[in-house]
């Protein structure tokens, strides 16, 4: 069986999280793309790919140039599928499972010029966190990206739009087939 078929109950009983890294959400599917078409948001420079998932944003990054990048998940099945991926593609970045909205940026093993935010802001008290997060990068000069189809706690007035981008999703993860899908840079 599929692991996004099973539900909560079922995972919970084998006592695994639910996979949330284990798909390509809209978010995380249009920044990659942003930075394929717009490498220079990334290329020759060190970049952090925050809550990377299964590294969809981070392997756009080191395909599009980036020196150096590093994706941070906190999920460990995330990390074993970020270690894969990055192998499937051919691809060399660091990866961590260091918890960065607890850490902040000192406590990261560089600073990096650009951040990637793909689908972060689904659930209120995370949402305000990595706002904070986001608003930190920004204070210290980093370009902050963020990708997201609009989920509820998306704080559009702290964003300057890039891009749209309409993203393929299926049915079982989202309310429509396709999703109007934005790139956002982040202001504070």
């Given at each position: 069986?599929?692991?996004w078929?099973?539900?909560?109950?079922?995972?919970?009983?084998?006592?695994?999280?639910?996979?949330?890294?284990?798909?390509?959400?809209?978010?995380?599917?249009?920044?990659?793309?942003?930075?394929?078409d717009?490498?220079e948001?990334?290329?020759?420079?060190?970049?952090?790919?925050?809550?990377?998932?299964?590294?969809?944003e981070?392997?756009a990054?080191?395909?599009?140039?980036?020196?150096?990048?590093?994706?941070?998940?906190?999920?460990?099945?995330?990390?074993?599928?970020?270690?894969?991926?990055?192998?499937?593609?051919?691809?060399?970045?660091?990866?961590?499972?260091?918890?960065?909205?607890?850490?902040?940026?000192?406590?990261?093993?560089?600073?990096?010029?650009?951040?990637?935010?793909?689908?972060?802001?689904?659930?209120r008290?995370?949402?305000?966190?990595?706002?904070?997060f986001?608003?930190?990068?920004?204070?210290?000069?980093?370009?902050?990206?963020?990708?997201?189809?609009?989920?509820s706690?998306l704080?559009?007035?702290?964003?300057?739009?890039?891009?749209?981008?309409?993203?393929?999703?299926t049915?079982?993860?989202e309310d429509?087939?396709?999703k109007?899908?934005?790139?956002?840079?982040?202001?504070?």
């Amino acid at each position: 069986m599929d692991l996004w078929k099973l539900t909560e109950q079922e995972l919970e009983t084998l006592g695994l999280p639910l996979p949330f890294w284990a798909f390509a959400w809209a978010g995380g599917q249009a920044l990659a793309r942003y930075v394929l078409d717009q490498p220079e948001t990334v290329a020759g420079k060190s970049v952090l790919a925050f809550a990377a998932g299964a590294g969809l944003e981070a392997i756009a990054a080191v395909k599009s140039g980036a020196a150096r990048v590093l994706a941070t998940e906190i999920d460990p099945f995330a990390l074993v599928a970020l270690e894969l991926n990055a192998s499937m593609n051919g691809v060399s970045l660091e990866i961590s499972g260091l918890d960065v909205l607890e850490g902040g940026l000192a406590a990261l093993p560089f600073r990096p010029e650009t951040v990637l935010l793909g689908d972060v802001f689904f659930e209120r008290p995370l949402a305000d966190r990595v706002a904070d997060f986001a608003a930190s990068c920004t204070d210290e000069g980093i370009l902050t990206l963020v990708g997201d189809p609009g989920r509820s706690y998306l704080p559009t007035n702290r964003m300057e739009s890039l891009a749209e981008y309409r993203v393929p999703t299926t049915r079982a993860l989202e309310d429509a087939e396709v999703k109007k899908t934005r790139v956002w840079r982040f202001l504070g």
